[in-house]
């Protein structure tokens, strides 16, 4: 908990300084300061930009600096190599161009011998405990500065600072929303502990936040019980959950920069999956409160007040979604037999229509973010499951994966262009990451069985 | 333990007893000494003695093992049965059916008991969909128990999805017991 305590006075300690800063300038919102120079690399003739990210030059030349210039420069390379909105030119081709030692002397000639575009350069300088990162993209032909901040901020965690660069650089490059800041929530029995309230042989599962690439996994929850399908609030400062710690599902809000735990639901009837309206304010949940083994969808608001049923159908209703607007919710229901996605107006006015027809058995819908107006979900594709994407204007489904172990659970990231989802394509259940088109499988957890994944907005 | 320790203890009654028979049959007595011969005159044989209705053996009484066995014992061996499903359904099958009449006996003969009932799943289903369908797998064993005339409110129903498969295996025999019913007994 202290440690979660430090990481947000760490995030909100870590100041952005647009650069040029030739003189202290006034504590500014950061997210609100605008570049200086608005200028955009391109590649030739309509091919991404061609990059590099030279080593970063560690100013203070301890070990320490050392190495956290060599993680904020690798970072920052996988961060931007993420969303393949650039072309890299491979490491061991510049091998043999004179490293820069500051701002001012670098090559341009022999960078543009390499047809480089752009030019990532960033120095660090520790003091004490505290660290001074500049990071610079150049525009190679132009010997020109295109992007430039400066971060200061502890140096606990260096890779925050290459996350915080790339997604400015992306968004000032490319007109996109990264998600290299975004954060992933999971749940895992990696603990190896025991439910006690059982004499069944039963681990625990707690959930689990890490960064989108992985790194910094955390526990969140310490209850040793049975904790499930985590999900972010919009404002990724909450985290809503399915937690038995009472004996029966019911759905707690961790908000977890505070450290404090709000009881949604209490019962006596079970809530499970929780899913956050687009504005925060609201929960729809699943409920079997007729008591008729029936489970129908609840929108109540995020404490638990204002309960209204949302489906009213005898038969099973559950797996919401909120479509981006806020308008819309997507369901799953077998009240024609197998689960099928069916979507409803927010409101609850009017019959819920169904999305699915051409598969066996679906599960799982997740709304992606705009521009994209997609539903992804797990489909029955043979003894086990498969990642599906659907067009809602169409209705055109594509498949992700294809039988590679049972894969479920899909989930989108803020900028619609990734997917994250469990797999036992490795054996145990693990969390994995694709980009919407099925490429770049990336696999994010080893430790124990780690699953339902809810990607921050 | 508990069986192992009733079966210690009854090996034991029974030496006891041979024991005790074996030391009384030997001994050689005197003959008590013929009554002394009175005028009195020889009493009226006594009325045959009226047969006694067979008495009934008494119904096993809540003093037995089961209810002296603490409720982890209870459960760690556990007098209710499960009830088990077919793949995607809630549908209480005969097997099941009988599985619960006799729970429904032991729940009448033994009042004060209040049950949580397990919904469970097999991995085939997805982890969100299954929760709900464990909870109908649940709610039909309850309603089953509850028309036999088990009081509704003794009967707590909770879904565990496929979060806690019985048997980890991933083959048609695993599966089979992990769709179940599983009656936990929570207070006695």
């Known amino acids: 908990m202290m440690s979660k305590i430090f990481y947000a006075a760490f995030v909100l300690g870590a100041a952005v300084v647009a650069w040029p800063a030739a003189q202290p300038q006034p504590p500014a919102p950061p997210s609100q300061q605008p570049t200086e120079i608005a200028a955009t690399i391109t590649g030739e003739g309509g091919s991404p930009p061609r990059l590099a990210v030279p080593d970063f030059i560690a100013l203070t030349t301890d070990a320490e600096s050392l190495a956290i210039a060599r993680t904020i420069g690798q970072v920052l390379w996988d961060d931007l190599n993420y969303e393949r909105e650039f072309a890299f030119i491979p490491r061991d081709v510049y091998a043999t161009i004179p490293k820069a030692t500051s701002f001012n002397d670098i090559p341009y000639d022999r960078w543009r011998e390499l047809n480089a575009d752009g030019l990532v350069v960033g120095t660090v300088q520790k003091t004490g405990n505290s660290l001074r990162v500049e990071i610079r993209l150049f525009n190679v032909r132009g010997r020109q500065s295109v992007f430039g901040k400066v971060y200061t901020g502890s140096g606990a965690n260096p890779r ?164 981006p607007a806020g308008t819309q919710v997507a369901f799953v229901s077998d009240r024609t037999g197998a689960p099928q996605i069916y979507v409803i107006a927010a409101d609850g006015v009017g019959q819920p229509q169904r999305l699915t027809t051409t598969e066996g058995y679906a599960d799982k819908p997740t709304w992606s973010p705009a521009p994209y107006n997609e539903i992804a979900f797990a489909a029955r594709t043979g003894p086990g499951f498969d990642v599906k994407i659907m067009d809602v204007a169409t209705r055109t489904v594509k498949q992700l994966t294809f039988g590679e172990g049972t894969n479920e659970s899909p989930v989108f990231s803020s900028n619609g262009r990734h997917i994250a989802f469990t797999s036992t394509r490795s054996g145990k259940k693990q969390i994995f990451t694709l980009t919407r088109d099925g490429r770049d499988l990336k696999q994010i957890t080893r430790v124990g069985n780690n699953e339902q994944p809810d990607w921050s907005k | ?135 109908r797998r649940a709610a039909a064993a309850r309603a089953y128990l509850v028309t036999l005339g088990v009081s509704a409110d003794r009967l707590r129903t909770v879904s565990y999805g496929k979060e806690f498969p019985f048997d980890p295996g991933h083959d048609e025999g695993a599966f089979a017991k992990n769709r179940r019913a599983h009656f936990v007994i929570t207070a006695k």
Not at chain 1, 176 to 185: C, D, F, I, P, W
Not at chain 2, 10 to 32: D, F, G, N, Q, S
């Open chain 1, 160 to 323: 925050l600072y290459a996350h915080m660069a790339a997604d400015e650089i992306y968004q000032s490059q490319r007109a996109l929303r990264g998600v290299a800041e975004s954060k992933l929530t999971f749940v895992s029995d990696r603990d190896g502990a025991r439910m006690t309230n059982t004499v069944e042989k039963r681990d625990t599962k707690e959930v689990y936040i890490a960064d989108y690439d992985g790194e910094n996994q955390r526990r969140l929850t310490t209850d040793r019980t049975l904790n499930t399908f985590p999900r972010w609030s919009p404002d990724a400062r909450s985290i809503a959950y399915t937690s038995y710690r009472r004996g029966a599902g019911q759905i707690f809000v961790s908000n977890i920069y505070v450290g404090t735990l709000e009881e949604v639901t209490k019962g006596p009837a079970e809530n499970w999956l929780a899913a956050w309206s687009p504005d925060g304010t609201k929960l729809c949940v699943a409920s079997p409160r007729e008591g008729k083994g029936h489970t129908n969808l609840y929108v109540m608001n995020r404490d638990g007040s204002g309960v209204r049923k949302l489906t009213d159908h005898p038969s099973i209703n559950t797996s919401p979604t909120w479509n």
């Open chain 2, 1 to 135: 333990m508990t069986r192992r320790a009733l079966t210690a203890l009854a090996v034991a009654c029974v030496l006891t007893t041979l024991a005790c028979h074996k030391k009384t049959t030997p001994v050689a007595r005197p003959m008590p000494p013929p009554p002394t011969t009175t005028a009195t005159p020889r009493p009226a044989s006594p009325p045959e003695p009226v047969a006694e209705p067979t008495i009934v053996p008494p119904e096993p009484v809540p003093s037995d093992a089961i209810s002296s066995a603490s409720l982890e014992d209870l459960n760690r061996n556990s007098p209710l049965k499960p009830v088990f499903f077919d793949l995607d359904s809630s549908e209480v099958t005969p097997p099941g059916q009988k599985a619960l009449d006799e729970n429904a006996t032991l729940l009448k003969r033994y009042p004060t008991w209040a049950v949580t009932i397990e919904g469970h799943c097999d991995e085939r289903g997805t982890a969100e969909y299954n929760l709900a369908l464990g909870e």
